[in-house]
């Protein structure tokens, strides 16, 4: 049996995993991030969950194929320096060589939403296909793109940020700075956003309710949940976000014309109740639609696993 390690570095946890040639995740581990730690702590750790993980399978690190780590920010698989991740402190840090230091054999990076997209056309949502794009939505929006079955990132290994691509000019402030993006719009933040101001405009609404009277106690789930109870503002709300989702999905579309476009974060467990709207907009507003041989729009399959197992895979885009 082949074996493999991935490492998912997030701001607040490190997640490592060991992965068969089944994409089965056969051992694990876990670390909070010492986030703003010197980078040479940040690498302790990571290899002492990747140690942690292998102990957990009863198999030596000696025996895996390579170690793949994922990080935020700007990653760049060919020089194994992450430039920017700025909720961790990382600027041009040389990550892969750090961990190579403290591991054994063959060490990957990625972006960590890259290899959570290379990991849902591996074993998730997109097996079996090689064409696809995946959008997370969460505090932010993450994205990663894979062309014929390789992630591609652009360039200057800065690509894929489909959160910041424009959707409406001078429109809504973005945490990037700008105004307008896609972010500011479909991140689980805005749909909280649209959320507050509906409940400010409807103080009857059942939002009120579910939210224990507080602006501040509203989430994603919010404005679902009083929909589902009749609501007329939530219903509202749950519409004008989808119309917002299903806008910038199309935009995707019409951009890379994938097999699938696959949806991850929280809001996507909201299911059919999100994907078959957004599938009946996104989808006629595409150039030359046609129903018979249009991309697929799904909802991610591996949640947080998606990036143990993209990260442990990585070394195959190598090959």
């Known amino acids: 049996m082949e074996y493999y390690v991935g490492i998912d570095l997030g701001g607040t946890k490190i997640a490592a995993g060991v992965v068969d040639d089944q994409y089965r995740i056969i051992g694990r581990a876990q670390l909070p991030t010492r986030a703003f730690h010197p980078a040479q702590e940040i690498a302790d750790d990571l290899a002492a969950a990747a140690r942690q993980a292998l102990d957990q399978a009863g198999l030596p690190l000696e025996g895996a194929r390579w170690v793949g780590v994922c990080s935020p920010g700007t990653a760049n698989p060919r020089t194994g320096v992450v430039g920017l991740a700025a909720n961790l402190g990382f600027h041009d840090t040389p990550l892969a060589a750090l961990l190579g230091q403290r591991l054994p054999g063959k060490i990957y990076l990625e972006n960590d939403a890259n290899a959570a997209t290379y990991g849902e056309m591996l074993?998730?949502?997109?097996?079996?296909?090689?064409?696809?794009?995946?959008?997370?939505?969460?505090?932010?929006?993450?994205?990663?793109?894979?062309?014929?079955?390789?992630?591609?990132?652009?360039?200057?290994?800065?690509?894929?940020?489909?959160?910041?691509?424009p959707m409406v000019y001078q429109g809504v402030p973005c945490t990037c700075g700008r105004r307008g993006c896609i972010e500011a719009y479909c991140a689980v933040t805005a749909l909280i956003r649209i959320t507050r101001e509906a409940m400010q405009l409807n103080a009857t609404s059942k939002m009120w309710e579910l939210a224990q009277g507080s602006l501040d106690r509203v989430n994603g789930r919010t404005a679902f949940d009083a929909m589902r109870a009749g609501d007329p503002a939530g219903t509202q709300v749950v519409e004008q976000y989808i119309d917002y989702l299903a806008y910038a999905v199309s935009g995707l579309i019409n951009g890379f014309q994938p097999q699938a476009v696959v949806i991850g974060g929280g809001i996507s467990k909201e299911g059919e109740t999100l994907f078959g709207p957004v599938r009946q907009r996104a989808l006629p507003m595409t150039f030359n639609?046609?129903?018979?041989?249009?991309?697929?729009?799904?909802?991610?399959?591996?949640?947080?696993?998606a990036g143990i197992i993209g990260a442990a895979l990585l070394g195959r885009q190598y090959q």
């Open 123 to 165: 074993a998730g949502a997109a097996r079996g296909l090689d064409s696809v794009v995946m959008i997370t939505l969460g505090t932010g929006v993450g994205g990663g793109i894979i062309v014929d079955g390789r992630i591609y990132s652009g360039f200057n290994c800065k690509g894929g940020e489909l959160g910041h691509m």
């Open 289 to 305: 639609y046609d129903p018979q041989n249009c991309t697929r729009i799904l909802p991610a399959q591996l949640g947080n696993d």
